[in-house]
């Protein structure tokens, strides 16, 4: 009787435990902050004198140690610049630096549900069979959940206090309005004349507004991050011509960056309508066809250059992250060099802000690979039967939407990063 159940759930249970197993691995081996362990950042030094020297220390700027009257005594006393309070520590992050970091708990445990979800979805592919399988299977439900977790997580993370600022959080809203008034009146029937996604069955009421919502929240959660993963660019690439090897990128991190902006902005450009069709091969003129990919083999091809773009991303989030702390040092250097006496109060409250949102940031730029990986995956996920829930589209349709915001996320990506570079090319936006 055991063995005949074993059997009959055997992939139900090879799914399980391979999940537990991943989400345990995970854990134990500390492998979220493992990726991000020995990345270097930098700090001001408390100013206040200590019997041991000087103590590097990581507070709020404007929490000064000295009292409002000693602090007026001394500015009278002393006009001179005080070359002690300029000073910066680099240090390296380990284990326990990372665990004093604001939502680090919430990186955890996004990063281990993640990776189980998305191994989960390729063991899935990997054993799948003709016959039809439950809409509770583990893969659905875990990349389901994996969704909503992502979901909840940008929609916190982008209206944070003092995370950005309030023109980006404006920003993040319009782009919500504009995605969700693209989603209701242009989906699906405007969407083949710009963009290559023939949906085979209509999309009317309820899912029509939740497709248009689901389009609006993307547009509103990844405008801060790719515009911040410009600017890592930006300084990684020495766009800025300081050429101080501590800032910038050596020779491989640069060519990840350079290879990951230009093939994310290449996938962007395969499910756009005129550009698809250079590609695919016309059947009515085989003889005179240029390229020889066929409709099925070019869909195929889209689909592996999301996944490769992907795990560019997710190999370019460690130099992003390493520039995002070098943002900070960038901006204490020019307010070192701006005058004879210098005012450090802000890099002092840049550098802490990097140091306090350092999780914040790594959850931002781990996002949109994972978002493409998983609707990536859902959408290859074949013979899945609703059951008696009429409420739900076809899983054709399911395929179809989910291979739509895998591009989806890839295009807001490539659209808004390669839009901040633009106005930091024409210096109409510059780091400080």
Request: charged residues 10%.
């Amino acid at each position: 009787m055991v063995v005949e159940l074993v059997l009959l759930y055997k992939k139900a249970l090879l799914h399980t435990s391979l999940s537990l197993i991943v989400g345990l691995s995970l854990g134990f081996l500390k492998i979220p902050l493992l990726f991000l362990n020995a990345l270097q950042t930098y700090i001001h030094p408390d100013s206040q004198a200590q019997s041991s020297g000087l103590r590097a220390a990581i507070r709020r700027p404007g929490l000064d140690p000295l009292s409002s009257a000693e602090l007026k005594k001394r500015n009278k006393s002393k006009l001179d610049f005080d070359e002690n309070n300029a000073q910066i520590f680099r240090i390296t992050l380990d284990h326990s630096h990372l665990l004093s970091r604001l939502f680090v708990h919430h990186y955890s445990l996004a990063f281990t549900l993640s990776f189980a979800a998305l191994f989960s979805l390729f063991l899935h592919t990997f054993l799948q069979s003709p016959h039809h399988t439950s809409f509770f299977s583990l893969p659905l439900l875990l990349s389901i959940l994996t969704l909503y977790i992502w979901a909840w997580l940008l929609a916190k993370l982008t209206f944070e206090r003092s995370a950005s600022t309030s023109s980006q959080k404006q920003f993040s809203f319009l782009f919500c309005l504009f995605g969700l008034f693209l989603g209701l009146f242009f989906l699906p029937d405007g969407l083949p004349f710009l963009f290559d996604f023939p949906f085979r069955a209509p999309i009317h009421g309820f899912w029509r507004l939740f497709v248009a919502l689901w389009m609006g929240c993307l547009a509103g959660v990844l405008f801060i991050p790719a515009s911040r993963s410009a600017r890592c660019f930006w300084i990684g690439t020495d766009q800025i011509r300081c050429n101080l090897s501590m800032i910038t990128c050596s020779w491989f991190p640069r060519s990840i960056l350079y290879a990951n902006q230009l093939f994310v902005l290449f996938v962007a450009f395969l499910w756009i309508t005129p550009l698809a069709d250079i590609f695919v091969n016309n059947m009515a003129n085989t003889e005179h066809a240029d390229v020889v990919f066929l409709p099925s083999d070019f869909h195929c091809f889209r689909k592996w250059c999301l996944l490769v773009s992907s795990l560019l991303q997710i190999l370019a989030l460690r130099p992003n992250m390493q520039m995002y702390l070098n943002e900070a040092l960038l901006s204490w250097y020019q307010r070192l060099h701006a005058s004879k006496v210098p005012d450090l109060d802000y890099s002092r409250a840049k550098m802490f802000l990097h140091n306090h949102y350092l999780c914040l940031v790594v959850l931002q730029f781990l996002a949109p690979p994972v978002l493409v990986l998983l609707f990536l995956g859902l959408s290859q996920i074949h013979g899945v039967s609703f059951g008696n829930f009429t409420l739900l589209p076809s899983f054709a349709l399911f395929n179809e939407l989910a291979l739509f915001f895998a591009w989806w996320v890839t295009f807001l990506w490539a659209l808004f990063s390669s839009v901040i570079l633009l106005l930091h090319r024409h210096c109409v936006l510059y780091v400080s």
